[in-house]
């Protein structure tokens, strides 16, 4: 038996072929092998921060300038906005505790060319509080808020007078008339028209017989001045006497005297006569020796100067 035709046992594994060996940098089919080496990269990505409460924001937002910047642009913008609308331009003055200085005058006017009488302790109402005029006429009234005001007088004899204003505060406009419209406002004149005995006389100089045209003539609370021809012509209450006195101040001009006059009597107006005040001087020797003398008209003595 030839030993090359002995088949091989079930129990025998031949031995494995010899295989050529390969290099790791070249494949099979002797091509170039490329390795790839994977280099990890780092995590470039922010690390995330934490999130902040609202009261958190809130107080950042405080902090910056910016913030309060813009805050007070935006306050002086509205108020400049605001100064525009009347009604919000008198809040604006009266929540920083401006006021206003009513200058008020109670006068009566005339009869035929007669100068306006002036009124005394007239009642006048302010925004609701009561004043009185005093010997001149006149009332300052102090702190009257911006806005609207409304003022009326009472006097017995003369008709009642209500009378409206408004008093406003502009200064953008006070170059071009503003300022000047916003203080006649504030000075105010109230007419009122009498209801009584209509009295006239005429005053003339004691000397000359001239129309005098300066004084004060009062009956009572009303005070009258003379015109241009010495005529004084005004309204008192009624009364039922048959006439009044009358007192009269010069200033020094006159001397000051007080008379009466009558009521209801003829048309002729009466005349009432004044002696010039001030002093007169003359020379005498009453003494036995000459010396110079001064007194004023219709005094009793008169004195050495």
Request: proline share 9%.
């Amino acid at each position: 038996m030839n030993p090359n035709d002995q088949k091989p046992t079930y129990d025998e594994i031949p031995p494995a072929s010899p295989q050529p060996t390969v290099s790791p940098w070249q494949s099979s089919q002797g091509e170039p092998v490329v390795h790839t080496v994977q280099t990890p990269q780092p995590d470039l990505t922010p690390p995330e921060k934490p999130k902040r409460t609202f009261g958190q924001k809130i107080r950042a937002t405080l902090r910056k300038p910016k913030f309060w910047l813009a805050i007070c642009a935006l306050l002086l913008a509205t108020v400049i906005a605001l100064w525009f609308i009347q009604p919000t331009r008198w809040w604006l003055m009266n929540a920083v505790g401006a006021g206003n200085t009513l200058t008020i005058t109670t006068i009566s006017p005339g009869e035929g060319k007669a100068k306006l009488s002036e009124l005394r302790n007239v009642a006048v109402t302010v925004n609701g509080v009561v004043y009185h005029t005093d010997s001149k006429g006149q009332l300052h009234v102090r702190n009257v808020p911006y806005g609207a005001a409304t003022i009326s007088s009472k006097k017995n004899g003369f008709a009642d007078v209500s009378y409206g204003v408004t008093l406003d505060f502009d200064p953008f406009f006070h170059k071009l008339g503003g300022k000047a419209t916003d203080d006649a406002a504030r000075t105010i004149t109230l007419s009122m028209k009498g209801v009584g005995v209509p009295v006239s006389f005429k005053v003339v100089d004691w000397l000359s017989g001239k129309p005098v045209t300066t004084g004060d003539f009062a009956i009572g609370d009303v005070v009258g001045k003379p015109d241009d021809q010495g005529l004084v012509s005004l309204k008192v209450p009624g009364t039922d006497t048959q006439k009044v006195t009358v007192g009269a101040t010069f200033g020094g001009a006159y001397v000051d005297r007080t008379f009466d006059v009558l009521l209801g009597g003829s048309n002729a107006t009466p005349e009432v006569k004044v002696v010039p005040g001030g002093r007169n001087y003359f020379l005498g020797k009453q003494s036995g020796v000459v010396t110079l003398y001064s007194c004023t008209w219709m005094a009793p003595t008169c004195n050495p100067s």
